[in-house]
């Protein structure tokens, strides 16, 4: 299996520019998270999905970020406008539904850089 | 709320030494994981944790669950320079949901 599939694996852009990041989930999950990780605030989680659906957003700091699922292999975490403080690592993440005896496994996240 | 604390945040040892990383949270929970990060890498499993007692080896770590103390503990043991890395725990928070939180992470150091 190819694992968690994250696209770009750095992006640099200008504040105010809109941001999108991709990640297709390992095949036969369908459990998928976005975390944001910072020297400042660690490990974050932002956004997790089930089937498709968002279960709790409460992680996403604000109406800047957005996020979509719109099939089983495949996710979006947008950010319009960017600011510099969204500087980060975005790692996706995805798991068995219903299977907590499983682990999350982690994509090599986008190094996200706002000038 | 759920909160997960590791300790210590940061750890220097010599090789061929041994040592305890340990990970308190503070809500009833019987699912931890444990992390490894490598710098400039993505998050690599370790070790799941499922019940009260629940202990797990490989190679020189060795991770222990005790959900009475809400606390599992993460032994190195004889210590090489490739374990150098940041290790994160990381608690199911439970009620139904499939969220971790993870701990503050402990960035290991192993000196030759």
């Known amino acids: 299996d190819a694992g968690v599939i994250q696209s770009p694996r750095h992006e640099v852009t200008e504040m105010g520019q809109e941001v999108t990041l991709r990640c297709k989930p390992i095949s036969g999950h369908n459990s998928l998270f976005w975390y944001r990780q910072t020297m400042m605030r660690g490990l974050e989680l932002l956004i997790y999905?089930?089937?498709?659906?968002?279960?709790?957003d409460s992680g996403m700091p604000e109406d800047r970020f957005s996020a979509k699922m719109p099939n089983a292999s495949f996710s979006t975490l947008k950010i319009q406008p960017s600011e510099p403080r969204d500087s980060a690592v975005y790692f996706c993440a995805s798991s068995p539904h219903r299977d907590r005896d499983v682990e999350q496994f982690f994509g090599p996240g986008t190094r996200l850089t706002v000038l | 709320e759920l909160k997960v604390e590791q300790n210590p945040l940061f750890l220097s040892m010599q090789e061929g030494k041994n040592y305890t990383i340990y990970c308190n949270y503070s809500?009833?929970?019987?699912?931890l994981y444990w992390y490894r990060q490598d710098p400039g890498k993505s998050l690599e499993s370790l070790f799941v944790l499922l019940s009260n007692g629940a202990v797990k080896q490989e190679g020189r770590l060795m991770a222990s669950l005790d959900t009475k103390a809400r606390l599992s503990t993460l032994h190195i043991t004889a210590a090489v320079h490739d374990l150098s890395a940041t290790y994160f725990c990381?608690?199911?928070?439970?009620?139904?949901?499939?969220?971790?939180?993870f701990g503050t992470g402990t960035r290991l150091k192993v000196l030759a």
């Open positions: 999905f089930n089937n498709n659906v968002p279960i709790d």
């Open positions: 809500t009833t929970s019987d699912r």
């Open positions: 990381a608690v199911d928070a439970g009620s139904g949901t499939y969220k971790y939180i």
